[in-house]
């Protein structure tokens, strides 16, 4: 369906498996049924990553393509680094957190750090 802009290597393959097997829990993702067939398909394929370049070409949009290189991208950095915690919030607060982080131009960490007196204190 999408176009492979990005190719999923053997070291990304566990982070690209995981975040298609969270989407693919919601049924509405690619459309009931082709969720559904989608989700077949990607069990009866070798866990290698050919094989899943092969399922992502097929099944994603370039946009989906997108969202998951991000989503490598990001797994990659949170397995770096050893000075980050992962918090659940609430729709409303991620709202307010990310709406002074794109008013301030800055990621959602350093406006809690700014906004809430981490490093320097709070911005006035």
């Known amino acids: 369906m999408g176009r492979n802009r990005y190719t999923i290597t053997a070291s990304d393959a566990w ?15 690619l459309g009931e049924t082709r969720t559904y067939t989608a989700h077949l398909d990607l069990e009866q394929r070798e866990e290698d990553c050919n094989s899943l370049n092969e399922w992502c070409e097929l099944w994603l949009s370039n946009e989906q393509w997108t969202q998951l290189k991000n989503a490598i991208r990001s797994s990659r950095r ?12 609430s729709r409303h607060s991620w709202a307010i957190l990310s709406f002074w982080a794109k008013r301030d131009r800055c990621t959602l960490s350093e406006a809690i750090e700014r906004r809430l007196g981490g490093k320097g204190g709070p911005v006035r």
């Open 15 to 29: 982070y690209a498996t995981r975040w298609i097997e969270k989407k693919l829990e919601n049924p509405i993702w």
């Open 78 to 89: 949170r397995a770096k680094s050893d000075d980050l915690i992962n918090v659940t919030l």
